[in-house]
């Protein structure tokens, strides 16, 4: 199984989802042979003009081999590539870090990822789970939810977009709390995970 990791998270390694993402890993590694291609998505630049022009004059032909045409294409490989897709992620400002940001702008692309029609923008990938971690210093779901939540929708319509329609959201909300008691949320969300993996759906 080719899974895709894409870490959005200045705190790289130390990230709560960093950590969330290596339990469902291993709990994937239990059942077959895994391989792991990591993102760091921190690391990507924003697009450049070349891309906005092919994206925005489909039918002329355009120099794929440097900048973000090449390197969407990459990450685009790497998406089709994959059988199972992890995303990790902080939330920033209710949304999603700009690193994130970036990764959706590179790989979301009309005439390659989805397809505009008069009914609409249809998705050219095939399905697979894709599974979005989110962490938050406050809550943004549930009862005690105070705040905007625009990560998850978003997440959800642009995966949909480009015919990622299998989307699992599991999230760590509360990371402000003592060293304790972050721990004792990241590690009841990985028995959520384990559970969820274990009884599904994948
Ligand atoms: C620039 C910035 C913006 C943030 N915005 C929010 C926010 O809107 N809501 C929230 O609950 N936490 C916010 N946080 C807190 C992070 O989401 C939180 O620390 C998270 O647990 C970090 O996750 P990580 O361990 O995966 O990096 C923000 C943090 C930063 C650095």
């Known amino acids: 199984m080719n899974i895709l990791l894409v870490n959005s998270s200045p705190r790289q390694h130390q990230s709560c989802t960093y950590l969330l993402a290596q339990t469902i890993i291993q709990q994937l590694s239990k059942e077959s042979a895994v391989e792991v291609t990591e993102t760091d998505a921190t690391k990507l630049p924003h697009l450049d003009a070349d891309y906005s022009m092919a994206v925005c ?3 002329l032909m355009h120099d794929e081999s440097n900048g973000s045409l090449a390197l969407s294409n990459q990450l685009i490989s790497e998406l089709i590539n994959a059988d199972f897709v992890i995303i990790a992620s902080p939330m920033h400002n209710y949304s999603l870090p700009s690193a994130l940001k970036s990764w959706v702008d590179h790989v979301v692309r009309a005439g390659r990822t989805f397809n505009i029609s008069p009914t609409g923008k249809h998705g050219v990938l095939n399905d697979k ?9 406050g809550r943004f779901s549930g009862k005690e939810a105070y705040q905007a939540d625009f990560f998850t929708p978003y997440m959800k319509e642009v995966m949909t977009t480009i015919g990622l329609k299998n989307i699992q959201f599991f999230t760590i909300e509360g990371t ?5 008691a972050v721990r ?3 590690e009841s969300v990985q028995n959520q995970v384990k559970y969820h993996l274990e009884n599904a759906l994948v």
């Open 57 to 59: 004059s489909p039918g």
């Open 129 to 137: 789970p894709v599974y979005v971690l989110v962490s938050s210093g």
């Open 184 to 186: 004792e949320k990241i």
């Open 176 to 180: 402000v709390g003592s060293h304790e």
